[in-house]
């Protein structure tokens, strides 16, 4: 099904100005990263903090105002017109929000057209199309129309759409808002799947850390710049701490726990570099990973109180 494998994507010093009558908006201001083959990454970050910019600019919908967007071989940031509808037809997948299912079509007709924009013949389209809903559990599908379909599943459809001219880079923006738990689990082990299984390059973009720790990297984005990066392990670590074995303990109160330990080993750090007992590069770095934890966990915690 899967030919193409994934692509080194390489960002570096990216900048982004959205201008406006009467000022501008820096979105993006000199990030720095890279992502690889067969892993999924998430970008997290709150409103406004860059991250569909970054998505945006990565799969050529727009364009930098400065620095390079590298897709393996590509030098996105020099394409213009023509060129950039030709990357995104060819090179990347999109999943955004906004689910963008033509309606009158059924999910096999909406997997289809994107092959055929490409010039694959419609028995071939349609093979392929069938294939792909396969992949995402809708096989049983293929005829409905997107009204008929769930929230999820839809989603899962716009996925489908997404693989229809098998690109190496994937990149999936808020795939999960409005879905409640279980199925953003669904549509996230489609993208797990992507990567481990078929070697893709995927980077999603999310503000739902229950999202965020089935991916196997978190970047954080504050103000337009890359702060940080933390394990998802680290998160998985941090609410599965020993607790008394009382079923009245909830994993909210886990959660606190957590957050109040992370406070005194960032207090605790902070003293041991007064006390010159640390460099500021030990220092820094010990003080940004328990400060991209705990903000983490705290998203977590007002995630779970809102659910």
Do not use: W
């Amino acid at each position: 099904m899967f030919v193409k494998s994934g692509v080194v994507v390489e960002v570096r010093d990216l900048v982004k100005i959205y201008k406006y009558k009467g000022g501008e908006v820096q979105a993006l201001k000199g990030v720095t990263a890279s992502f690889m083959p067969g892993t999924l990454t998430c970008v997290m970050g709150p409103s406004g903090s860059g991250k569909t910019t970054l998505l945006n600019l990565v799969g050529g919908i727009d364009v930098p105002t400065g620095g390079h967007v590298n897709v393996g071989s590509i030098k996105v940031h020099e394409l213009r017109g023509t060129e950039l509808d030709k990357y995104r037809l060819m090179n990347v997948g999109f999943v955004f929000q906004a689910l963008n299912l033509i309606p009158t079509l059924t999910a096999l007709e909406n997997v289809m057209l994107p092959a055929q924009m490409a010039g694959v013949s419609r028995q071939e389209s349609i093979k392929r199309a069938h294939e792909l809903l396969r992949l995402v559990g809708l096989g049983d599908k293929a005829n409905r129309y997107p009204e008929e379909l769930s929230g999820g599943e839809q989603q899962r459809v716009a996925i489908a759409v997404a693989l229809a001219n098998d690109p190496s880079l994937i990149l999936a923006d808020e795939p999960t808002a409005e879905l409640d738990s279980q199925t953003a689990k669904n549509v996230v082990d489609v993208l797990v799947r992507l990567a481990k299984e078929h070697n893709k390059t995927v980077i999603l973009a999310t503000h739902d850390p229950r999202v965020a720790v089935n991916t196997d990297r978190i970047l954080r984005l504050e103000d337009g710049r890359l702060v940080g990066e933390v394990k998802p392990i680290d998160l998985e670590r941090s609410v599965t701490v020993s607790t008394p074995r009382e079923t009245s303990v909830t994993l909210s109160e886990i959660i606190k726990i957590k957050i109040a330990s992370i406070e005194k080993e960032m207090r605790d750090t902070e003293e041991m570099f007064r006390e010159k007992a640390l460099s500021i590069e030990e220092f820094y770095s010990k003080v940004t990973k328990l400060r991209l934890m705990k903000e983490a966990l705290t998203e977590l915690l007002t995630s779970i109180g809102s659910s």
